[in-house]
C-alpha cells in the first residue's frame, strides 16, 4: 500500500529564514515517483517536481531544493531565504510505477506561513 | 503549453440537484482522473479512467458519482444527488500513458470549487 506522511500540519517562520518541509513515504513498489505540490490560497496547485525513484541526486531550482533520501523514505523539500510569497500549502505526493495509471497519492499538507 | 481546463470554476447547488462538473483533458492523453479536496483537507483521489471506461476508483467513489467521456475532448464528473458533504474542490487530470507504460505524470486542472447549499 502507497501512503504519504507530512508529519508537519503547519509551520510559521520569518521572512528571509530557511525552512524544510518533511515528507515520509511507503510503498512496495521498486519504482515509483515523488512529487511536491504548491497549492496558494487561490486555490489551485502549482506541480513544483517531479522525482524518479531511480534518482537520488539532489535537486536545487533556485531558492527551492529537494533532498530524497531512498535509506529513510523521505522526501524533504527546502526553502532557502523564504519570500512571502511562499505562503501556501505544500503537498508531497507518490506515485507508483505498478499501477495502470498515473494515480497520484498525497499526503495531508504542510501549512506554511511566511511572516514579514 | 498545453493544458488541463476545468468548467465552470465555480458552481453553486442545492442539495439533491445533480451537478456535472466538466473537464477538457490534454488532447493526446489518454488516462483522466478526478480529485476532490474537501476544505482544508488533503486530495484525494476519486477515479481514472482509460479506454472508455473506470480503470480504478476509490472507496469515495460510490454510486452517486459517475464518469464519462462524451465526446472526443470532454470529460465530466456527475454527481446525481448532491449532498453537503459533497462541498469541495474537483480537480481534474489528464496523463498520456498510466504506471508501468511509461515515465509519464498526470497534469492538473485548475479545480472546480462546488458548493453545495
Known amino acids: 500500500a502507497q501512503k504519504v506522511t507530512q508529519a508537519q500540519t503547519e509551520i510559521s517562520v520569518v521572512e528571509k529564514e530557511d525552512v524544510t518541509l518533511d515528507c515520509v513515504y511507503e510503498?512496495?513498489?521498486?519504482?515509483?515517483?515523488l512529487f511536491w505540490y504548491k497549492q496558494p490560497p487561490s486555490g489551485e496547485l502549482v506541480f513544483l517536481i517531479r522525482?524518479?525513484?531511480?534518482?537520488?541526486q539532489n535537486e536545487i531550482s533556485g531558492r527551492y531544493s529537494w533532498n530524497f533520501q531512498k535509506s529513510t523514505s523521505s522526501f524533504n523539500f527546502t526553502i532557502t531565504a523564504s519570500q512571502v510569497v511562499d505562503s501556501a500549502v505544500y503537498f508531497c505526493?507518490?506515485?507508483?510505477?505498478?499501477?495502470?495509471?498515473?494515480?497520484?497519492?498525497f499526503g495531508k499538507g504542510t501549512r506554511l506561513h511566511i511572516l514579514p | 503549453e498545453p493544458e488541463v481546463t476545468q468548467t465552470p470554476s465555480h458552481q453553486v447547488t442545492q442539495m439533491g440537484q445533480e451537478v456535472i462538473l466538466r473537464c477538457v483533458p490534454i488532447s493526446n492523453h489518454l488516462y483522466f482522473y478526478w480529485y476532490r479536496q474537501i476544505l482544508g483537507q488533503k486530495v484525494e483521489f476519486l477515479v481514472s479512467f482509460y479506454n472508455n471506461e473506470i480503470s480504478e476508483k476509490s472507496e469515495i467513489f460510490d454510486d452517486q458519482f459517475s464518469v464519462e467521456r462524451p465526446d472526443g475532448s470532454n470529460f465530466t464528473l456527475k454527481i446525481r444527488s448532491t449532498k453537503l458533504e459533497d462541498s469541495a474542490m474537483y480537480f481534474c487530470?489528464?496523463?498520456?500513458?498510466?504506471?508501468?507504460?511509461?515515465?509519464?505524470?498526470?497534469?492538473f486542472g485548475q479545480g472546480t470549487r462546488l458548493t453545495v447549499v
Open positions: 510503498t512496495r513498489d521498486t519504482t515509483y515517483y
Open positions: 505526493a507518490l506515485s507508483e510505477a505498478q499501477n495502470r495509471d498515473d494515480k497520484i497519492i
Open positions: 522525482r524518479n525513484s531511480f534518482d537520488e
Open positions: 487530470a489528464s496523463s498520456y500513458a498510466g504506471g508501468a507504460n511509461g515515465d509519464t505524470e498526470a497534469f
